[in-house]
């Protein structure tokens, strides 16, 4: 099992900025990929960024130029520097895990809480 702790989210300006950090504990395989996804409210979950093991990023086209996913794997930390914030950007965030042991192993999937974040206009 692996658990999954989130913090940074809050109340912001449009316009201003907050930065999501999730940290991840337990039994940590070193094939994962970390991610962000958010869920406003009456809309499906959607993918916002990932960050594998070794750095590589993908972001929704909604928030490139505007987010930033980085990762302290020392640490098993993720974060999300989001700038620019619109009110569309008001969600749920929550943090997403996926790991497997081997190349050939099943995935494992984890969800953190989610953090609310809401941008006022």
């Known amino acids: 099992q692996v658990q999954l702790v989130e913090s940074g989210g809050g109340l912001v300006q449009t316009g201003g900025s907050l930065r999501l950090s999730c940290a991840a504990s337990g039994s940590i395989f070193s094939i994962n990929t970390m991610g962000w996804y958010r869920q406003a409210p009456g809309k499906q979950r959607e993918l916002v960024a990932t960050?594998?093991?070794?750095?590589?990023?993908n972001y929704a086209d909604s928030v490139k130029g505007r987010c930033t996913i980085s990762r302290d794997s020392a640490k098993n930390t993720m974060y999300l520097q989001m700038d620019s914030l619109k009110p569309e950007d008001t969600a749920v965030y929550y943090c997403n895990y996926v790991q497997r042991m081997h190349t050939w192993s099943a995935f494992q999937q984890f969800w953190g809480q989610g953090t609310q974040v809401t941008v006022s206009s």
């Open positions: 960050i594998t093991r070794d750095g590589s990023t």
